[in-house]
């Protein structure tokens, strides 16, 4: 059972471009957490979804920012317009049905390292 | 809203010995769950250990347990034994269960350091 996949590991974008992250959750998994770390800084929520619906947006940035979890496909975190703020290490983790199987916790990926010249 | 807490930056102690990393969280609910991760130099999260708070008894994984004082509202990692794979930061995490959203909120960390 391959655990949490992201892609791509790095990435790098000049100022204004768009960066798209992917997460696959792992498998029988149907939450998505996106995270957003800064250098020396702990986790900073920003996104929870399970497949087509976000459940609570409240840690992302109103503008700029999006994020899906569609049926099919992995889920993309969208940062449009990027700044150099943006870049950040930002993991994705997922779950099973916390209602379900609240004894479970979030597995994480290995992150993506967004650079953003 | 609810806060996660961890006062020490950084600690350090010394290979086989015996340390304590400090956690506190603010809450008015009564339905959650406590997590501590690792994160080593690699930055992969790994969970290290979880307690959930309707159980008094406190958690316990190899030379990982926890001090779960729900009063207080305290979560402390005492690691055992410590090894050089140790080092890393480690983060507590709160989730919500009563509400439904399940969200996580994690402390600032703090950096273990092992000496040999």
């Known amino acids: 059972n391959a655990g949490v996949m992201q892609n791509p590991r790095h990435l790098v974008r000049r100022r204004g471009q768009e960066a798209r992250l992917r997460c696959s959750p792992m498998k029988g998994h149907s939450h998505v957490y996106w995270y957003r770390q800064l250098p020396e800084e702990g986790l900073k929520f920003m996104v929870y979804?399970?497949?087509?619906?976000?459940?609570?947006e409240s840690g992302m940035p109103k503008e700029r920012f999006s994020a899906e979890f569609p049926k099919e496909g992995p889920s993309i975190l969208r940062i449009q317009q990027v700044v150099r703020g943006d870049s950040a290490a930002y993991f994705c983790a997922s779950s099973p049905h916390p209602a379900r199987q609240p004894q479970e916790t979030q597995y994480f990926g290995p992150g993506t390292r967004l650079l953003v010249l | 809203a609810q806060t996660v807490t961890q006062s020490q930056p950084e600690m350090s102690v010394q290979e086989a010995e015996t340390v304590t990393l400090s956690c506190t969280y603010d809450t008015s609910e009564s339905d959650y769950y406590l997590f501590w991760y690792k994160q080593p130099p690699s930055r992969q999260m790994i969970l290290v250990i979880r307690q959930e708070a309707y159980k008094q008894q406190n958690a316990t994984e190899n030379r990982f347990s926890v001090n779960f004082q729900k009063a207080a509202k305290s979560f402390s990692l005492k690691i055992s034994d410590s090894q050089l794979g140790d080092a890393a930061m480690y983060f507590c995490a709160y989730r919500s269960d009563e509400t439904g959203t399940y969200k996580y909120i994690f402390g600032t960390g703090t950096r273990l350091k092992v000496l040999a």
């Open positions: 979804l399970q497949k087509e619906n976000i459940i609570d």
